[in-house]
């Protein structure tokens, strides 16, 4: 079965400061990954995905993320902070097309002023 | 992206009633649906799969005859909580895949927030 840790329940950060928000995987095979955003009181929205290919994959606000095989990592980055990136991440993986994601704890960034 | 839509986003009931969530996928068939439970503060916890057509797929530890699902079309998958308690209060949502997508990505509905008196 796979598994998803995210080291940090709360990450707070400068505005303007790199975002590093951490995420390990276990999978006996090889994995989708993907990190999703969340904010109060809503769904979850797709930020990043690594299928196949290139192993940094760019997403959307400025966030990328690096698939690391060896070190089963796939940690989610951004330059520069910005208030608005204040939320909940959820880190996930799964294994085929046809599975169910699995959700890491989240990790809630905050943003200082 | 493909959208997903949940109905209603908030609600409100006594304890022993019935609720009824709705989640349709708008833009695209889904003969897979995931319904997942999340506490405050916390991830998200997969309660079942809703297959087109046929029985559910719950979870280990999900009541089966407590959350009923549903999923009578390609477009729209229903969870049901029953004679609902206290401790049913939660959010829950609901995520879909677009037939044939073979990348894993799921798309959620906005969620919703279920209140037991």
């Known amino acids: 079965a796979q598994s998803v840790t995210q080291l940090g329940s709360h990450v707070s950060v400068s505005e303007g400061a790199l975002v590093l928000l951490r995420c390990n995987y276990s999978?006996?095979?090889?994995?989708?990954l993907f990190w999703y955003v969340q904010y109060p009181n809503q769904g979850l929205q797709l930020l990043l995905k690594y299928t196949t290919g290139a192993t940094l994959v760019k997403g959307i606000n400025g966030f990328e993320a690096e698939f690391k095989k060896s070190e089963t990592s796939f940690h989610l980055t951004k330059p520069s902070a910005h208030m608005s990136d204040a939320a909940e991440y959820f880190c996930a993986v799964t294994i085929s097309g046809n599975t169910p994601l699995v959700f890491g704890k989240g990790t809630r960034l905050s943003v200082i002023a | 992206g493909a959208v997903v839509s949940q109905h209603p986003s908030r609600v409100i009931c006594k304890s022993g009633t019935s609720v009824k969530i709705e989640c349709r996928s708008l833009?695209?068939?889904?003969?897979?649906m995931f319904w997942y439970r999340q506490f405050p503060k916390q991830s998200l916890m997969l309660m079942a799969t809703s297959n087109e057509g046929s029985k559910a797929t719950y979870e280990q530890g999900v009541e089966k005859d407590k959350f009923l699902i549903n999923h009578a079309s390609l477009t729209l998958s229903t969870l049901t909580v029953t004679s609902a308690h206290p401790e049913d209060s939660s959010f829950y949502i609901c995520?879909?895949?677009?037939?044939?997508?073979?990348?894993?990505?799921?798309?959620f509905g906005e969620g919703s927030r279920l209140t037991v008196l």
């Open positions: 995520s879909a895949r677009p037939g044939g997508a073979g990348t894993g990505e799921l798309f």
């Open positions: 999978s006996s095979v090889p994995p989708y």
């Open positions: 833009d695209f068939q889904a003969t897979t």
